[in-house]
């Protein structure tokens, strides 16, 4: 299982960006999927997952009313828009997918994990 995180980079405060993960190695719709973010000297959170067909999402407080997930099952991918981002978004962003149809919001119920892209909010 391969997993490609893209689409981080530097914004201000106020911006917007779209994540995408593409994965790859099996088929991925019967999997959950999501994002997850650690910032500097932090664990790793809960960002937003997504089942396996895409009608049951979670968001982490943080997340929610900014960002919005989805998925692209024809494509094998995952995306994350991210809306009105602020400096505490500034993290790693990961693309994790869970071997169940199911979307969990612990990280640790996600064996296969992207290499993390750096998004930077600027104030």
């Known amino acids: 299982v391969q997993l490609q995180a893209s689409g981080g980079g530097l914004v201000q405060a106020g911006g917007s960006l779209r994540l995408s993960c593409a994965a790859s190695?099996?088929?991925?719709?019967?999997?959950?999927m999501g994002w997850f973010r650690q910032a500097p000297g932090k664990e790793r959170e809960l960002v937003a997952v997504?089942?396996?067909?895409?009608?049951?999402?979670y968001y982490a407080d943080s997340a929610k009313g900014r960002f919005a997930i989805s998925r692209d099952n024809a494509k094998n991918t995952v995306s994350l828009q991210m809306n009105s981002l602020k400096p505490e978004d500034t993290a790693v962003y990961y693309c994790?997918?869970?071997?169940?149809?199911?979307?969990?919001?612990?990280?640790?119920?996600?064996?296969?994990w992207g290499q993390g892209t750096l998004v930077t909010v600027s104030s």
């Open positions: 997504i089942n396996y067909n895409g009608d049951t999402t």
């Open positions: 190695g099996r088929t991925f719709s019967n999997y959950a």
């Open positions: 994790a997918v869970r071997p169940s149809p199911v979307a969990t919001i612990a990280a640790g119920q996600y064996p296969f």
